[in-house]
Nanobody, 121 residues
Framework: QVQLVESGGGLVQPGGSLRLSCKASGSIFSIYGMGWYRQVPGKQRELVAGITSSGSTDYADSVKGRFAISRDNAKNTVYLQMYSLKPEDTAVYYC???????????????WGQGTQVTVSS
């Protein structure tokens, strides 16, 4: 069974740092784009950062210069390093990946279960 498992969330003070990880496990032929989204109650899920299979990155304006996305293709893992965290970064963070399970299957979107990040003093 294919799944995305996130880790690394928690409580941090303003100005602090956290590193999120998301590992894709199961029988996977190929992984394409990967990304991190976040959602707060009552609002739509929003893109935080994305990374292509070749390493090109994209960031939401609100996190540019503070967050860094990276991936380890050998480990099927994507990371989100977060610096200078602000209270408005508080949200549930979700990992997303575009996966091809076999050579002949279509590319499908998978989501992780989410990890809570709380920035508060």
């Amino acid at each position: 069974q294919v799944q995305l498992v996130e880790s690394g969330g928690g409580l941090v003070q303003p100005g602090g740092s956290l590193r999120l990880s998301c590992k894709a496990s199961g029988s996977i032929f190929s992984i394409y784009g990967m990304g991190w989204y976040r959602q707060v109650p009552g609002k739509q899920r929003e893109l935080v950062a994305g990374i292509t299979s070749s390493g090109s990155t994209d960031y939401a304006d609100s996190v540019k210069g503070r967050f860094a996305i990276s991936r380890d293709n050998a480990k099927n893992t994507v990371y989100l390093q977060m610096y200078s965290l602000k209270p408005e970064d508080t949200a549930v963070y979700y990992c997303k990946a575009e996966l091809q399970l076999t050579r002949y299957s279509t590319i499908q979107t998978y989501w992780g279960q989410g990890t809570q990040v709380t920035v508060s003093s």
